[in-house]
Every structure is written in C-alpha cells, then in structure tokens.
C-alpha cells in the first residue's frame, strides 16, 4: 500500500490565481508536498495522461482544457493518500462536492473543476511518472 497520491491543480485554477489557497487546503489537511513545478501541458501529454476517457464525448474538450494554460502537477504523501485526497477535493461536479472541499469553493464546473485526484494507489504511481522524472521524485536536481 503506498502512501502517496497525484495532484494537479488545473488550468482554470492557476489563471484564478488559486494556487497558494489550494496548496495550503493541502497541507493543511496532513499532505506533505514531495514533488511539485508549473507546466503547460501538451496535446500529446493530455491525451495520454487522459487515454482511459478516450471513449468519453467529453475527452477532446477535456484535453484542450488541459493545455489550455499552465498547470502544477504535486506529488503528495499522507497515510491513506489517495482516499484522503479524493475525500478532500470532493466530487467531479462542484455542484454535487461537500461543503468545505476544495472543488467546492474553487471549481467553476465539471468540466473546469480546479483540482486532479488519482483513483488508485497503481495509477497515484503511473501519473507521477507521467509529469516527474526519477531525479524530481527523488529530490535530486543537478544544474
Ligand atoms: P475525477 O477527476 O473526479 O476523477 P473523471 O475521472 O470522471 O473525474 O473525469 C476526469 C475529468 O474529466 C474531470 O475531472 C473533469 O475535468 C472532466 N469531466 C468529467 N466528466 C465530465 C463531463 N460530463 N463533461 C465535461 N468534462 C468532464
Ligand atoms: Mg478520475
């Protein structure tokens, strides 16, 4: 059982200028920030990131959100991580999201609705690859 979960705070988040309230929800609620930069996403990484919805009406919306303007991927690590996550950002729509989770107060709708959260353990692994390589997981950077 792994400790650690995948975060992105999405595009619409970062242009509502969102991101230190988000990132302080975070810690706030036991997560401890491993890994974590700003990047805009390509066509090529969103459709990969996102291949399980490829099926989906909505994935090429969804993957132009996605690159639409830069993005902070996290990797964050707390006992019961991606539960605890999931619990925390709350439901896909903000409509339907618990009082006092993050897509509650920061999400505009489903489609642009602030925050990623993994759904397993096997894919918290698979999505941090995607976004940090070995030396960002291991907090070993070289100029
Ligand atoms: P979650 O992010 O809560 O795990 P899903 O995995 O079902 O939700 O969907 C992935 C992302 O696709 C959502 O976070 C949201 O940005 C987008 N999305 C989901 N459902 C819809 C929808 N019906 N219309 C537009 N976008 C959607
Ligand atoms: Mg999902």
């Known amino acids: 059982m792994s400790n650690l979960t ?12 969102y991101v230190g309230q988000i990132i302080t929800m975070i810690t ?5 920030v491993k890994a974590m930069k ?7 990484s969103a459709k990969g990131f996102y291949e399980v919805h490829k099926e989906r ?3 090429g919306e969804l993957v132009d ?3 639409s303007g830069p993005c902070v991927p996290l990797m964050l690590e707390k006992e019961n991580a991606v539960a605890d ?5 709350g439901a896909t729509d903000p409509a339907q999201a618990d009082e006092g ?8 709708s489903k489609a642009e609705n602030a925050v990623h959260g993994s759904d397993s353990d096997e894919n918290a692994l698979i999505e941090i690859a995607h976004f940090f390589s070995r ?4 907090n070993n950077y070289t100029n």
């Open 6 to 17: 995948f975060a992105i705070i999405k595009p619409d988040a970062v242009k509502n200028n």
């Open 65 to 67: 959100f996605m690159c």
């Open 57 to 59: 009406p909505f994935y």
């Open 85 to 89: 996550f999931r619990k925390l950002i």
């Open 28 to 32: 706030e609620a036991g997560f401890k």
């Open 101 to 108: 989770t993050i897509r509650k107060r920061y999400a505009g």
């Open 38 to 44: 700003m990047t805009r996403m390509s066509q090529d």
């Open 135 to 138: 030396d960002e997981r291991l």
